[in-house]
């Protein structure tokens, strides 16, 4: 009698593409093997929608009031609603039980924002569901539950970011958060780190003696005159662009030099194969780096959570031999030096990584400092000294454009900007 189909299940929470905007894709992949979820769901019996459960695993999260009422206040949704209730049982069995689902699939679950899934608190819900999972997860790694606990309040800075941006509780970025359930992100202190292959065509090479690290691109690669990939910000050039050579020969490596500072240049450097060897190139495996948005990156603490990864990654995921720690973001884009203090955060951070430019890179910028992704200049707040040199270029006709980082545990010295001393 409690049993529904996923079509049924899609028409009773209005689940069309055309009223949600999700794609019909992206809700055909939540349903996924919907079969198998059948036989153990209990209507009316599931505890993760109980106060008392959510309750209690906010707070073991440690999560602020506000956020944690606001997921309770959302809990009645699940009273009696048939439909509501199996398609959270759905998901909480192929992610926690069958283990079947991964952080990439729910990336591409669709956005649920509509008032019957709370503004998207629904996955909040089946977050918390997990909780027993990536508690034991992380334990049988030996990972302290400390660090368990402060990488999942990554749920709460999402919520965060949905009320500060959209002015109600909800939560988006289900994908993302996913990372931090599924044992795919560690928060480390201030900053977080998750698995990922290098994904430019570049390498890096050390040199054997004196340790000096140096970027070409692949040989091939379009880039404009200001040294950015042709189609950065959605600018493609035809008057002085350039192609990247990257060549061996006799004993020698040609290539562009990559400037620490994120520009590649027309200065083609020699060294010697023999004396160099190569770090890293696409597709290596990799610690991607990530700012949550918890306040101001304070650069001390922010040079203990590489110090920390550096220890933790090797004696808890020793079969995954990371090549390096790469990023990319707004913060590393070279102009942003124009306009910042050399106090501020950002450009101390930027300082101490080799900065390269990111192929295709677009502007995360205006989400990240504005909340949205198209800001009109004139009445976009200038309350802050970010804001105002965010607006400062945009108004002159600049364009800011993501940068990326690469940077290798070896050349650790928190403050000491290696890279740019080794070639300034
Ligand atoms: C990255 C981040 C932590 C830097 O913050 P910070 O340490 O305060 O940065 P700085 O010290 O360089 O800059 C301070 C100034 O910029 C303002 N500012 C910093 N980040 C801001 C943001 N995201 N939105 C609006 N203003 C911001 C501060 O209020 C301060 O203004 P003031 O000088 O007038 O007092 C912060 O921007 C943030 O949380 N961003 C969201 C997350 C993010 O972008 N992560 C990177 C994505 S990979």
Redesign the pocket.
Known sequence: MNKLSFEEVKKELKFEPVENKATAEAINILGRDWELSEKTFKYNEMVFITENYVSAACDELKMIPEAKGAIVQYLPAFKDNLALQRLLWHIHYMVFVECTVTQKDIRNWPTLTTDIFGKGLFYAVFFLSGLDYIKKLNAKRGIAYAVTIDTLSDLETWMKTYKNNEESWGLYMQGWVANAFLGGLYKLGRLQFKPDPFFIDQKAYRNKKDGRVIVFPYDGQEFRKDGQYNGTDGITETAGTWKSKLEVKDGYIYGNFISPRGIATQEVKKIAAAEWEQILQRDDLCYSV?????????HAQCGESFRQAIEFFPKYFPEYKSKAFI?????FDPQLEEY?PAE????KFLKEFYNVPMPDAVN?VFF???GKDKIDLKTAPR?????KAILAHADKGGHWRDTAFVYFAQDFKWGGQVYRKMWE
């Open positions: 990530h700012i949550p948005a918890t306040g101001p990156m304070d990023c990319d973001s707004w913060l910042l501020s955060n950002v450009i995360t990240r400092v504005f309350d802050n000294s970010l804001r």
